[in-house]
């Protein structure tokens, strides 16, 4: 997971466009947007969280930079 690019993807692509980037993975497919990673689990990981700082975002009225916080803090918790 690298933050960089999360935060790439939810700045540069609607919601719309990071879902179909996210079914074409799952599909087996190349996404429509550009996705930076090693592999497709790399490039599925960076999408499903821009996809949960968007909705954060949208939920919460947050703006990018404490969605994208809330989420990281969400990832340590989960490996602590």
Not at 22 to 47: F, K, R
Request: glycine share 4%; net charge negative; hydrophobic share 35%.
């Amino acid at each position: 997971m690298k933050v960089p690019v999360i935060k790439k993807l939810a700045e540069t692509y609607s919601l719309e466009e990071l879902q179909n980037a996210e079914n074409a993975i799952y599909d087996e497919q190349q996404p429509s947007i550009e996705v930076e990673g090693e592999d497709e689990g790399e490039q599925l990981t960076h999408i499903i969280a821009a996809i949960w700082i968007k909705n954060d975002m949208a939920e919460n009225g947050s703006e990018l930079k404490n969605s994208l916080r809330n989420y990281t803090q969400k990832v340590r918790k989960s490996i602590d």
